[in-house]
């Protein structure tokens, strides 16, 4: 793994030149818009690439864990893998830059390899203990759909001793659907060691009905954006229970992602949706954190969550949102419903 970074940096450093054709190139990238400081990146991403590739030599990327939760028993089920780069002068680089910059510049595949034996490895020794995670779930990127990439799951199984069912390899629906074909060729042959495929950011990817029943897909994970929407209007909550019964009717699993409201677990709950992860549930946190958070079952409060708030959604609440924004002056429907009781469920964190 060491080598192709090693190879890289000194490439970059010969190749200035070539360095400085490609900063042209860049103005024309479209980064993503939840990185905000795309022209920062823009400005400095050559620094950075040489950092990252140097992060990567080094090791100092770390791995978090985020918990996922089992909505009918409260009960911890899996965590998913989350790369974590903070630099030398403790500025943390989003994952949604980094991931850019090694897929840019051709270290996407060992950046996925380390993060792949990274979580097997930490999630392996877990296995003997009670906080056992069902699911291990590690993001694969676009670049890495191909033939060589089987070879690095079967090595990783084998060297970390983690079991290949409990690993699921998440893909992005957009990645996915961009070549179908080869999407589905690759993701079956990954699926022979015995692995899992999760649809990830569903919901923003354009598939069609025909991709979705083709793709061996095992699990969707739901897009945060559409559990925000979900409780903005009706037609957000009528397509969270499409794609939830969608789910179930194509036998695959389903979880909602970016979870970050009481209110949107509240409907989760009452559309049925069977699991869910998000900043309410659980960060992203160290090994050791999410080992104790699976352990815990957040649903062990008093109240049971089904049937204290409605699914239909309240013109009043389009207020409630903008108000809250300004110092939380308006309780939320679910904290109004709660306050008389006044019992909050404990939130875990790290
Ligand atoms: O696309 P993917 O699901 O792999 O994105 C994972 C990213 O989402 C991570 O960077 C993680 O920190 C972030 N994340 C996890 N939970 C939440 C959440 O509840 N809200 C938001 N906004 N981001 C989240
Ligand atoms: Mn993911």
Known sequence: MDEPVRLLVAERQRGEQRIETQRVAENDLDFSPQCGNSRQLVDSSFGLELELA?????RTLRMDFQPQF???????????ALARWVRSTGEVIAPSIFIRIAERADMIHALGAWALHSACATASAWCSGAA?????SVNVSALQIDEKFFGVIERTLKQTGFPAKQLELEVTESALIANLALSIEHLNAWKQLGVRIAMDDFGTGHSSLSSLSRLPVDRLKLDRSLVHRMTLDRKGAAIMRLVVSLGAEL??????????????????????????QGYLL?????????????????????????????CAVRESQHIDRSAASSKRSTMSSYEAAHATTGRRRPILSP
Do not use: F, H, Y
Request: proline share 5%.
């Open 54 to 58: 140097e992060a990567l030599r080094l």
């Open 132 to 136: 056992q995670p069902t699911t291990l």
């Open 70 to 80: 089992d909505l009918g028993s409260g009960r911890g089920c899996g965590v998913e």
């Open 251 to 276: 036998d695959m699993g389903v979880i909602a992602e970016g979870v970050e409201t009481e209110e949107q677990l509240q409907m989760l709950t009452d559309l049925g949706c069977p699991q869910a």
């Open 282 to 310: 659980g960060r992203p946190m160290t090994a050791e954190l999410a080992q104790v958070a699976l352990g815990k079952t957040w649903g062990n409060r008093a109240i049971p969550l089904r049937g204290r708030v409605g």
